[in-house]
């Protein structure tokens, strides 16, 4: 079935690229697990939700093990298979630079369904969503807490440039008091995500994040750098 995607164009940053755009396609949200069973049982009626759920978890897990093992794994879907990390000086193993990565690349059906996509666009020019959401690594819907570890997911975030205004500021809404996010607390810094740790002196409320940095996507930094701010508030709970 054909579908059609719809992109708005949004300039280059960079000075020496003016006029130039790139496409950003149009996101409708985030779709989990639940979200697909609803859609699936319009066509499979007679299969319990919950039955469903179970078997779609048991086939990633058994996918996942499978490729862990050292099978090329094909779900249809995405194609799995598992590498080593890391360059040795030796003819030895190194536990702390050699890992094991399972990599995930286009299957078949999604390699189909993107070739039977349409690009269309949209009639208004967006802007980009640079911070998509804010979450606890690892705990995807668990609230934020005093002194606990935050994940910054988006685009173009990566903290660049020796501008004493790049980092990451909270700013709380009710004492207008700042917090600026120290190089020391950042864990994870990369474009699409970064990881930091809640200062102790941050106490539990509501704050505006924004992030503010002369990354641009290249190897090349801004003149002057941008500050992205997140459009929802941040909940900061008691740490227990």
Wanted: glycine letters at 6%; hydrophobic letters at 40%.
């Amino acid at each position: 079935m054909k579908k059609i995607i719809k992109a708005y164009l949004t300039e280059k940053p960079i000075k020496t690229m003016k006029d130039y755009f790139v496409p950003v396609a149009v996101r409708k949200g985030k779709a989990g697990m639940d979200d697909i069973i609803t859609r699936m049982k319009y066509e499979l009626p007679f299969i319990d939700p919950a039955t469903m759920a179970n078997v779609i978890r048991v086939f990633n897990q058994t996918a996942g093990e499978m490729a862990a093992e050292g099978y090329n794994v094909d779900t249809g879907l995405v194609y799995l298979r598992a590498a080593v990390t890391g360059t040795n000086k030796q003819y030895k193993l190194d536990a702390k630079i050699n890992k094991v990565v399972i990599s995930a690349i286009p299957g078949k059906m999604l390699r189909k369904v993107a070739s039977q996509t349409k690009v269309q666009l949209a009639t208004k020019r967006g802007k980009a969503k640079n911070i998509t959401y804010i979450d606890v690594p690892n705990q995807r819907g668990m609230p934020l807490r005093e002194k606990g570890m935050v994940r910054i997911v988006g685009t173009q975030l990566k903290i660049m440039g020796e501008f004493p205004s790049c980092g990451i500021h909270l700013l709380n809404t009710e004492t207008k008091e700042t917090f600026n996010i120290q190089k020391y607390s950042i864990v994870y810094n990369y474009p699409k995500t970064i990881i930091f740790q809640l200062p102790d002196e941050l106490k539990a409320g509501t704050y505006t994040l924004q992030i503010t940095t002369a990354y641009c996507g290249t190897s090349r930094l801004l003149v002057k750098p941008v500050t992205h701010s997140y459009q929802q508030p941040v909940h900061v709970l008691p740490d227990l």
